[in-house]
């Protein structure tokens, strides 16, 4: 929970902010209204407590920046005396509760048990629709599999608690930056996700993206620009591949994580950040920390409650939701109408090793599509590395001997038999035959001399 304190420094405020910060919130003070307007759009309040006289404006005039559906913040008027007339008007025009001076804190914690269980009520029933809607969506991290229903606790939980630091670990293809706008997209925040690649700019692009920069900073600095850090207010700032980010930029990131405070590029203002941190790798941090390649400060301070998403050849039955799912998804796209996978399909898919994880399975589902037409999805239409083909000419070079189309089915009914160990039924499943067929053709390959 966050509050916003807006009122000229005294010894009420002073209370105030201590109160508040007792009962485990975020405080931020504003002795202006126009401090105040801006604070609201960076710092995104749960409430705001708002002196009725401020020095630029009065306090009624900030109830409606304050209460729209950007911001949605509860607010309480602190007055000096109750004066009905004005109390009832700032509650017709969307005020929270009306204060007189000097406060009494056991009446104003008992509005806040109710503003923080309403706000709780609210958070719950939103996020179970959200919920809702990706579970209907069929999203990428479905799954019956004890990891990925792990992965799936977790992306709940982040999104209960979002200051809370999301860093994602996996190999590539594996759905990192999916979990992360899951966690986003659940965590009811206001702002925008926005993403950098750290491996993608160099450290000076990278620190001025980041954080932006003043006109004439540098030489190609012709304009003020705001950086990731802003631009990310009251939402998600996401960085993928962190273990390349240069160890200079690591050490300004972590004091904006410490201090939520930065500078743009050639500025001396701090300015406020209230962007949340994600991150995604599928680097070693503990490896790269011994290396000195990542700081060890940073580490610990962005592993809190770190997701690691399985490979996509360690999830089993894991693989066939996947693919229906992307047959779906797919073949609407496309016109096309729904069709299970055939099991000599599905068993291909299974004994795959996926290195490229989900993306791959998707790319291999699209192209599956494409080539079946407006007919089922048969073994032919999988690539032949799936099938169990290996690609001619990988291994032999010029002294490749080319064999009869015979002997290449022979060999490769051994290989299949082998990876399955001579379970018949699977083998002619993996191969696209019935049994029958393969059991003539084992007998067949018997008699060869």
């Known amino acids: 929970m966050r509050a916003l304190v807006i009122d000229r420094a005294d010894r009420t405020r002073a209370q105030?902010?201590?109160?508040?910060?007792?009962?485990?919130?975020?405080?931020?003070?504003?002795?202006?209204g126009e401090e105040g307007k801006r604070l609201t759009k960076?710092?995104?309040?749960?409430?705001a407590f708002v002196a009725q006289h401020l020095p630029d404006m009065g306090g009624d005039l900030?109830?409606?920046?304050?209460?729209?559906?950007?911001?949605?913040?509860?607010?309480?008027?602190?007055?000096?005396?109750?004066?009905?007339?004005?109390?009832?008007?700032?509650m017709k025009h969307g005020a929270e509760y009306y204060f007189a001076k000097p406060l009494d804190f056991d009446h104003v914690g008992m509005i806040l048990d109710g503003v923080e269980a309403l706000q709780h009520s609210s958070r719950e029933n939103e996020l179970s629709r959200r919920l809702d809607r990706r579970k209907s969506s069929r999203t990428p991290t479905i799954g019956?599999?004890?990891?990925?229903?792990k992965v799936q606790r977790l992306i709940k939980l982040l999104s209960q608690n979002p200051t809370t630091p999301v860093l994602i670990m996996g190999e590539s293809g594996s759905g990192k930056e999916l979990v992360a706008r899951s966690i986003h997209e659940l965590s009811l925040v206001s702002g925008p996700l926005v993403e950098i690649n750290c491996a993608s700019l160099s450290e000076a692009l990278l620190e001025s993206e980041l954080f932006g920069h003043e006109k004439g900073a540098f030489t190609d600095a012709k304009v003020q620009k705001k950086g990731l850090f802003e631009i990310a207010a009251g939402g998600t700032i996401f960085f993928d591949e962190l273990g390349e980010m240069p160890l200079t930029i690591q050490a300004k990131l972590l004091k904006v994580l410490d201090t939520h405070l930065f500078r743009r590029v050639g500025g001396t203002t701090d300015i406020r950040s209230s962007a949340r941190f994600m991150a995604a790798t599928n680097r070693d941090l503990p490896l790269l920390v011994r290396e000195g390649k990542f700081r060890e400060d940073l580490y610990y301070r962005i592993n809190v409650l770190p997701i690691k998403l399985p490979s996509l050849r360690d999830r089993g039955n894991d693989i066939l939701l996947l693919a229906d799912h992307y047959v779906r998804l797919l073949g609407d796209s496309m016109g096309?109408?729904?069709m299970r996978l055939a099991p000599p399909v599905e068993d291909m898919l299974l004994a795959y090793r996926w290195p490229g994880n989900v993306r791959e399975l998707r790319n291999v589902v699209e192209r599956a599509l494409i080539l079946a037409g407006n007919g089922p999805i048969a073994p032919e239409h999988l690539p032949s590395e799936i099938r169990g083909i290996p690609s001619v000419g990988k291994s032999?070079?010029?002294n490749t001997r080319l064999l009869p189309l015979w002997q290449v089915e022979e060999e490769h009914i051994r290989q299949v038999l082998h990876a399955t160990n001579d379970n018949h039924s699977r083998t002619a499943a993996i191969l696209g035959i019935s049994r029958s067929t393969l059991l003539a053709k084992l007998k067949r390959m018997a008699q060869v001399p």
Do not use: W
């Open 62 to 90: 900030l109830i409606p920046p304050l209460t729209s559906q950007d911001a949605g913040t509860r607010v309480m008027i602190l007055a000096e005396a109750v004066e009905l007339d004005k109390a009832v008007h700032a």
């Open 396 to 398: 032999g070079g010029e």
């Open 16 to 32: 105030l902010c201590g109160f508040l910060r007792n009962r485990g919130y975020e405080v931020a003070v504003a002795d202006t």
């Open 144 to 149: 019956e599999s004890p990891q990925i229903i």
């Open 336 to 338: 096309r109408g729904y």
């Open 42 to 47: 960076e710092f995104v309040p749960t409430v």
